[in-house]
């Protein structure tokens, strides 16, 4: 901001117009916070992802594994199911922070293109 006041003083001292606007600025400022939090989103969205597979693969091989235990098998299971219900609530957060991004501070995108 002393800079742009500097250059602004020395081009009035040699008679030059400056257009320069401070929502420029600004804008730029929000693009990169909404670049920032897309970054971050994403990010959380690929390691819960990455969790939910694991956890599914795990619980998986644990149910094959006990063959003849009743309780281990319902146990891994309801692990299983948990895992999809854990992974349909990561997708419905990842749309409601998209929508209420899109809607209130990063607009300029459309939903579909910030879900993938």
């Known amino acids: 901001m002393f800079m742009l006041l500097v250059l602004a003083a020395y081009a009035a001292a040699q008679g030059v117009e400056i257009n ?4 420029e600025g600004a804008v730029d400022a929000a693009q990169m916070l909404c670049q920032i939090l897309y970054n971050i989103r994403f990010i959380l969205t ?3 992802a990455a969790v ?3 956890v599914l693969v795990l619980q998986g091989i644990k149910w094959i594994g006990s063959a003849d235990d009743p309780g281990a098998r319902k146990q891994a299971k309801q692990g299983i199911i ?5 992974m349909i609530i990561v997708v419905l957060a990842v749309i409601l922070v998209t929508m209420v991004m899109v ?3 990063c607009g300029t995108e459309s939903t579909e293109t910030m879900l993938g």
Request: proline content about 0%.
């Open 82 to 86: 948990h895992a999809i219900i854990g």
């Open 46 to 48: 690929v390691i819960a």
């Open 52 to 54: 939910g597979i694991i």
């Open 20 to 23: 320069v606007s401070v929502t």
């Open 103 to 105: 809607g209130n501070y």
